[in-house]
């Protein structure tokens, strides 16, 4: 294939030619119809992507007009029973509204549940919105990275690395796993549990920010607890290890919604916050503050962070080339670990 030929595919005409299909196949196939068997939908994006026709189109719907929408994506190929509800989210949306209603755009929201690699695809080949800003990386780093080498106009919340193609915004995971783990060593806690599901990128690196901290302290590392984002999964796992083990004086929890599970299943088995374990959430969501008791977590800047993905976002849209940020985490003292 020469490169003359692939300058001539320009249409959905063409990219049907060459898939042996009709057009309409390929319209319904790049916007991700499951009318369209999987294979089907396979074959015509990777033609799509190997002669360059998503680039090209989103490129001349840009100059032509645009949505006025942007999209905001909450990808849960990790937890199918996470909701828009959870705390985190809300207070993340509240923000991403306020900055791009502020530019004069609109907020799509979808969350999906992948089945299939292709759902990103459909996304942005929908025409629906000028750009993309995607919360959490779940279990799809590398769905995330095909996109971006060709659709430049998105970011993603979430855990950065520089082998990443997708550009990133977070916190310093590591560090703020060995914020929580070191705060707890220091009031002297020796056998601390790790809540959370380990497995995923930004629970991994607080994951290891805690093992690092135990490392320098010279203490081993306490029990790894997977256990769902959701409160009544986290409720449930907590509930079980502590029927099954002995109690730990401490536990790190991945976020705020799985420290609350935490309190709740240590408070009905008889235990003390933070007499017999201190619990360190992970978010600052606004409820950390308000219940009883007041829960210590590691402060991740929402705001701030909304902030940087509406401002990244559009300067990508203007045509710039933007980096990664990296934000710093805050130890949060309250009184469930004082």
Known sequence: M?????????????????????????????????MISLATRTRINEIAREHGFQLNQMARNLRLKRSQAIGVVMPLG????????????????????????????????????PTDDDWLDALVNSGRIDGLIVIGQSDQIAV??????????MVVWGQHDEAHVHCSVGTDNVQGGALAARHL???????????GPAELPEFAARYQGFREAHERAGVEPGA????????EGAYAAISEYLGNHEAPDGIVAASDIIAMSAI??????????????????????????QITPSLTTIRQDLRQGAERLVDLLFRQLAGETVKPVVMAPELIIRCSAP
């Open 264 to 289: 709740r299943a240590l408070i009905e088995r008889g235990l003390s916050v933070p007499g017999d374990v201190s619990v360190v959430g992970y978010d600052d969501v606004a409820l950390a503050a």
């Open 144 to 153: 995330l990275d095909r996109v971006a080498r060709h659709y430049r106009q």
């Open 224 to 231: 790894l607890l997977a256990v769902p984002l959701t409160a």
């Open 185 to 195: 060593l220091g009031s002297g806690r020796r056998r601390i549990l790790f809540a």
């Open 2 to 34: 020469t490169s003359r030929d692939k300058s001539d595919v320009t249409s959905i005409s063409d990219i049907a030619r060459l898939a042996g299909v009709s057009a309409s196949t390929v319209s319904r196939a790049l916007a991700g119809s499951k």
């Open 78 to 113: 990790h937890a199918v029973g996470q909701h828009v509800s959870d705390p985190f989210f809300i207070a993340m949306l509240g923000y991403l509204a306020d900055g791009v209603t502020e530019r004069g755009y609109d907020l799509l929201l979808t969350r999906i549940v």
